[in-house]
């Protein structure tokens, strides 16, 4: 009977202890002004990819294998057959889908997008476009990252031995090379 006693009190410390816990917090997602207008979302009838909005209404039909979230204030990273491209809001094509990587960025930190720009990859090569789907640089960057808000850019030095040489894409889509 004492250990059924001290049983019950040993359940009730931790069920007291647990309730002292402090909950954490989260900020539902209407309320957060960070979060992109529209969202990827997959069809159920046919697993097909698109874009809805935040009321689940469908803004870009799924006609997509795979989608990426929302970057750069209107440009949507949509695939088929394992080739990518973007499209716009109201899903005319920014780009044809032809490329075999894209990326795109949003810094939820600063509370909204970094740059205008996404990145795609043909043939082991990156460029960047613009949010109306402009090249705004060749396809030539060995490797592209996203740190602290900004596509990291990398190349290849011959120079150097094939050694990467790291920079930034900069706002107005200079590069700017690190030392």
């Known amino acids: 009977m004492r250990r059924i006693l001290f049983l019950l009190s040993l359940l009730a410390l931790c069920v007291l202890a647990r309730a002292q816990q402090p909950q954490e917090a989260y900020v539902p ?8 207008a529209y969202y990827p979302c997959q ?6 990819w698109g874009y809805v909005d935040k009321d689940n209404e469908w803004v870009i039909r799924p006609l997509y294998d795979g989608a990426l979230y929302e970057t750069n204030g209107g440009m949507y990273a ?20 032809a490329y ?7 810094d939820y930190q600063r509370g ?11 043939q082991g090569k ?9 090249f705004v640089t060749e396809f030539k960057y060995d490797e592209v990252l996203i740190m602290n808000g900004k596509y990291v850019i990398r190349v290849k030095d011959p120079a150097r031995k094939g ?3 790291t ?13």
Request: with cysteine.
């Open 100 to 106: 075999d990587a894209a990326v795109c960025e949003i």
């Open 112 to 122: 909204g997008y970094a740059t205008n720009f996404a990145a795609l990859r043909k």
């Open 78 to 97: 949509g695939s088929r057959n394992g080739k990518w491209g973007f499209v716009g809001v109201s899903g005319e094509p920014l780009t044809d889908i």
């Open 163 to 165: 050694k990467l040489v």
């Open 126 to 134: 990156w460029a960047f476009i613009d949010v109306q789907g402009r």
């Open 29 to 36: 997602i209407e309320e957060h002004r960070a979060y992109p």
């Open 43 to 48: 069809a159920e009838e046919d697993g097909k």
């Open 167 to 179: 920079g930034y894409l900069g706002k107005d889509g200079k590069e700017v090379w690190q030392p």
